[in-house]
């Protein structure tokens, strides 16, 4: 059974730091490509940030970059999300996701990843 757990949301003040973490099982966790997307009420789910297997290649929404930092660990099946220096426009649900295509085109392309976790809420205040 697939699984992935995200956990470390919270609330924070702007310009504070906050780590996600997303624990995967149930599949082979270090051969797909894995996400993080955000999603407000509202609006749609946009794309954060997006991981190669191993590593290799990341890739970050304008919004984020030079902020945030995603990061994997395959020995512990574990995706990280490091956020620094928030902004309260950060606010919304994160979702992981897993990919089995490789993420080298479209890393962004949400029909492409295969499995979601149930998210974990970010509050940033001003």
């Known amino acids: 059974q697939v699984q992935l757990v995200e956990s470390g949301g919270g609330s924070v003040q702007a310009g504070g730091s906050l780590g996600l973490s997303c624990v995967a099982s149930g599949f082979a966790y270090s051969t797909y490509s894995m996400g993080w997307f955000r999603q407000t009420p509202g609006k749609e789910r946009e794309a954060v940030a997006v991981i190669s297997p191993q590593s290799v290649s990341t890739h970050y929404a304008d919004s984020v970059k030079g902020r945030f930092t995603i990061s994997r660990d395959n020995a512990k099946n574990i995706l990280y999300l490091q956020m620094n220096a928030l902004k309260p426009e950060d606010t919304a649900m994160y979702y992981c996701?897993?990919?089995?295509?490789?993420?080298?085109?479209?890393?962004?392309?949400?029909?492409?990843?295969?499995?979601w976790g149930q998210g974990t809420q970010v509050t940033v205040s001003s």
């Open positions: 996701a897993a990919r089995r295509t490789s993420s080298d085109f479209s890393p962004f392309l949400e029909n492409a990843f295969n499995y």
